[in-house]
């Protein structure tokens, strides 16, 4: 990212380059899934032009705590992650990346780059909300949502729903409150509720009932956890991060 664009942007200019990104959202398969009649599949070349133009005009934030947050993550989610992998073998590592943006959004690419925006991380309460906001992306990583792009509008919301309850079936087998799920999806201000999501949480808390007193409860994850103290470092980095990028 080049900081004198960010120093010049204008108003107009900022809501052009949001609505730039957020058509090219919807042309990657931000809400994309596997293939069906109508899908256009998303080239190699095509994902790597995409890449490059986001990394040009989004500043990346770079540092060893953003780093060490998301492989703490991945470790944590990784026996719900297992419980949804695919048998492909095309299905890539996720990346994370954290752009500089007053935008409020994550998305993945077809190659398994999860991106996330500085204004996202701020406003996320709890690292159990960004590990929720991590795991659906996965999810879309995994199925490979992102690899095929559809005009059929109905197609796109298919595949938002599983990543929905992929994130919560991901932290429930991981277990983290899959309730963490939808205070992520208030985050991403859908225009729509969740309504399959919904009730699929309200599965998972009607089966957790049958079992032992004990693990009834979803383990709050406490602010002297490593994960919580690392996350609420992260987003005192980002913000900071983000409001020098705004001033300059
Ligand atoms: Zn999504």
């Not at 992929?166 to 859908?190: E, F, G, K, M």
């Amino acid at each position: 990212m080049k900081s004198n664009n960010l120093r010049t942007r204008r108003p107009v200019a900022r809501s052009l380059v949001s609505i730039i990104l957020f058509s090219v959202l919807l042309l990657i398969g931000t809400y994309g899934c596997s293939s069906s009649v109508g899908d256009i599949e998303v080239s190699d070349e095509s994902q790597h032009r995409t890449k490059v133009w986001l990394l040009e005009r989004y500043q990346q934030i770079e540092h060893p705590l953003l780093s060490e947050l998301f492989q703490r993550s991945l470790e944590r989610l990784e026996p719900g992650v297992q419980s949804i992998a695919s048998q492909d073998k095309r299905t890539k590592e996720p990346r994370l990346y954290v752009i500089s943006s007053d935008e409020i959004t994550a998305f993945s690419l077809c190659d398994g780059s999860i991106f996330v925006t500085s204004k996202m991380i701020e406003l996320t309460p709890s690292s159990e909300v960004f590990m929720a906001i991590i795991a659906h992306e996965i999810s879309h990583v995994i199925h490979q949502h992102a690899c095929w792009t559809s005009e059929d509008k109905s197609a796109e919301l298919t595949k938002e729903i599983k990543a929905d309850s992929d994130a919560a079936r991901i932290l429930y087998v991981s277990y983290i409150n899959p309730h963490a799920t939808l205070q992520a999806l208030s985050l991403y201000y859908r225009k729509f509720i969740n309504a399959d999501a919904k009730k699929f949480i309200i599965t998972l808390d009607e089966r957790k009932k049958s079992l032992s007193r004990e693990l009834q409860q979803y383990p709050p994850i406490s602010s002297r956890m490593p994960e919580e103290r690392l996350f609420r470092k992260v987003r005192h980095l980002v913000s900071g991060f983000t409001k020098s990028s705004r001033n300059r």
